[in-house]
């Protein structure tokens, strides 16, 4: 099956002639002779323009290349105006299938006739995508909904689609110098599991109520509801939305929308979800994005098909709000610092080398007005620059760069001066500053300090049993003497970490005193001090465990 479909893309490559939308002229000279000696030099070009061969070709490709072409229709400032416009049909556009294989679908899952389940069904697809198609409804009580139904058959084909992928990726690992570097399989493993959850509904329906949750009461961003009593794994049925396409940019004048606050709330909704929630709409390319109507001095975004969702991290979210910062901030010795000690590079790098390497790409990028900077291109170069330095791809981040590149990209096309340094810099600021406020460290206690109430009354017993085990540290069965300075050195250590533990205790009695709300109400009156000394407090018994 691998082969076959291998052969089959080639086919479809030399069919549309994608040869032609390469640059020879930048391939090394081997390349440009296997251009030009191809067998797809034997196909005629035919009447489409190559933004519509290009369009063409990853819609009989299927859904994962259809997924590029999404990606890259955002990417105004990489691509010429005529390929993005044919790429940006693939967001809605994609031919669909035969209602009443839809019908068919929806009436086995469901277990009704489409008549007893709907007072209405609209047999004409609304949109079709690239792994399912959208058919308006209206349920009981008046109720305006759609449909979401999965592509017949579209699993079998995501598949062998997926083991090509895999196949190409090992021998990258293989068989290119960087390849390791790179992580391909770990990449393609990861967007496995990303388009197959994508297949099943449920789980885009758990997605977009979740979302929901985030953003209940928001100004800035709406998330329709889904009704559960009439979603299956391959059928969902959620809130009609009526909203104007984020791409109809002459409406979204008409009515007097502030391009620049649209452009940069957009921006604000990314960091928020990365940030503030750990949970982001990964899949934000403009088909999936609306805006509300008549409301052009405070617009609000609608975000529809939740099946892609990423999340970070603590660790993922602290180490990437600090490096965004220290480029917003041009230091490259935080940066380079900050790759070492998180473990983006290995830990012998030398950090001199690896910041003059950091400056000498990112100063002449600064030297242009800040709306001019491209930050996904910055990065994209930053990453090329590190490739000397053994700079490992990081799986659980490469939602997020494409995430961000979709945003920018958007973004731009909304409002083209925009600045999304001076939009994103003050948020990651404020969220750095917050995370590690003493309000923030009381939160965290009180999320922790049941399970740390269910352990404290075991907590003099263990201190005994490990003082048992300690008295003879020199070996497993305490029998062989020690030199003196070993045990000398290892008592210090004992003492000291018994000194932390009754700090820990102290801690968390402290802590079950805060829980109360009574004695919790009457710190609320004490001056900052007492909160800071109890914040040491805390920082002891961190450290103990």
Not at 22 to 36: G, S, T
Not at 224 to 234: A, G, K, L, Q, S
Not at 453 to 473: D, I, V, Y
Request: hydrophobic share 40%.
């Amino acid at each position: 099956m691998g082969l076959r479909r291998l052969l089959a893309i080639c086919w479809i490559i030399c069919h549309y002639r994608l040869d032609t939308l390469i640059p020879a002229e930048r391939l090394p000279l081997r390349a440009r002779l296997l251009l030009r000696c191809g067998p797809w030099r034997l196909f005629p070009k035919g009447e489409y323009s190559r933004g519509e061969r290009l369009r063409l070709a990853l819609e009989q490709l299927g859904p994962i290349f259809i997924k590029f072409g999404q990606i890259l229709s955002t990417r105004r400032d990489l691509l010429a105006d005529d390929v993005a416009m044919e790429l940006a049909k693939l967001q809605d556009q994609v031919p669909p299938f035969p209602s009443d294989q839809a019908v068919a679908v929806i009436e086995a899952a469901l277990g009704k006739p489409i008549d007893e389940l709907f007072v209405a069904f609209d047999r004409q697809p609304l949109a079709s995508a690239s792994i399912a198609q959208v058919h308006t409804a209206t349920l009981d009580g008046n109720i305006d909904v759609v449909v979401k139904v999965v592509r017949p058959g579209i699993e079998h084909t995501i598949n062998a689609d997926l083991k090509l992928l895999q196949t190409i990726a090992v021998l990258i690992a293989r068989y290119i110098p960087d390849g390791r570097r790179l992580r391909p399989t770990e990449i393609v493993d990861d967007y496995r599991h990303t388009i197959l959850d994508e297949l099943d509904l449920q789980r885009e329906g758990a997605n977009t109520s979740q979302l929901r949750r985030n953003f209940k009461d928001s100004d800035i961003l709406y998330v329709p509801e889904v009704y559960w009593d009439y979603t299956r794994r391959n059928v969902l049925v959620m809130e009609r939305i009526h909203g104007i396409p984020v791409t109809d940019l002459d409406t979204l004048r008409e009515q007097g929308t502030d391009m620049k606050k649209l452009a940069e709330r957009g921006v604000e909704i990314f960091f928020t979800q990365v940030f503030r929630d750990s949970f982001f709409h990964a899949d934000m390319h403009p088909g999936n994005i609306f805006i509300a109507h008549n409301r052009p001095n405070s617009s609000q975004y609608i975000a529809i098909d939740c099946a892609i969702i990423g999340s970070l991290s603590d660790f993922d979210q602290y180490y990437l709000a600090r490096n965004l910062l220290a480029i917003f901030q041009r230091n490259y010795r935080e940066v380079a610092e900050l790759h070492v000690e998180c473990g983006w590079v290995p830990p012998e790098t030398r950090v001199h080398e690896f910041e003059a390497a950091i400056r000498t790409v990112s100063e002449p990028i600064f030297e242009k007005p800040l709306s001019e900077i491209s930050f996904g291109l910055l990065l994209l170069q930053l990453f090329q620059t590190a490739r000397r330095f053994d700079m490992e791809v990081q799986p659980s981040l490469v939602l997020l760069q494409k995430t961000l590149l979709n945003i920018e990209g958007l973004g731009r096309q909304l409002y083209p001066q925009l600045d999304l340094w001076s939009t994103a810099m003050p948020f990651l600021e404020r969220w750095v500053r917050d995370r590690y406020s003493p309000q923030s460290m009381l939160k965290k206690v009180s999320h922790r300090l049941p399970g740390w109430l269910e352990q404290l009354p075991n907590l003099p017993e263990a201190l005994l049993e490990r003082g048992n085990t300690t008295k003879h540290p020199a070996t497993g069965n305490g029998n062989a003497p020690q030199p003196q300075g070993e045990l000398s050195a290892q008592l210090r250590q004992q003492s000291a970490r018994a000194r932390n533990q009754r700090i820990a205790i102290m801690a968390a009695l402290a802590a079950a005193l805060i829980a109360d709300p009574s004695i919790r109400h009457g710190l609320q009156s004490l001056p900052n001090i007492s909160i800071g000394l109890f914040s040491i407090a805390l920082y002891f018994f961190i450290r103990s465990r």
